[in-house]
């Protein structure tokens, strides 16, 4: 089993920033791209980052600029720093990592998510 665990969330303002952490802990033998993932109310769930093993990142659009995916293999923590927030960054933020067990099985694992509300 592979345990995924996010915190940093919160209620911030109107241009404000917060820090999101995600730490995997388990039966990991490989981990792979890990990534955020958000789901405002009513809306499907879409990526806001992603970040490969060798540090190559991806940005849904509309977080460029403001976003930022960084990663510390050794502690198995990937990180989203958010800056400049808006209302429409109001939704729950989920953790997704990707990689291989100690069973060899290649899978994704996700948290259970975390609250982000921008007031404005």
């Known amino acids: 089993q592979v345990q995924v665990v996010e915190s940093g969330g919160g209620l911030v303002q109107l241009g404000g920033s917060l820090r999101l952490s995600c730490t995997v802990s388990?039966?990991?033998?490989?981990?792979?791209?890990m990534a955020w993932f958000r789901q405002a109310p009513g809306k499907e769930r879409e990526l806001a980052a992603a970040?490969?093993?060798?540090?190559?990142?991806n940005y849904l659009d509309s977080v460029k600029g403001r976003f930022t995916i960084s990663r510390d293999s050794a502690k198995n923590t990937v990180y989203l720093q958010m800056n400049s927030l808006k209302p429409e960054d109001t939704a729950v933020y989920y953790c997704?990592?990707?990689?291989?067990?100690?069973?060899?099985?290649?899978?994704?694992?996700w948290g259970k998510g975390i609250l982000v509300t921008v007031s404005s």
């Open positions: 388990g039966s990991i033998f490989r981990t792979d791209d």
């Open positions: 970040i490969a093993p060798g540090g190559t990142t």
């Open positions: 997704k990592w990707s990689g291989v067990t100690v069973t060899w099985a290649r899978t994704n694992y």
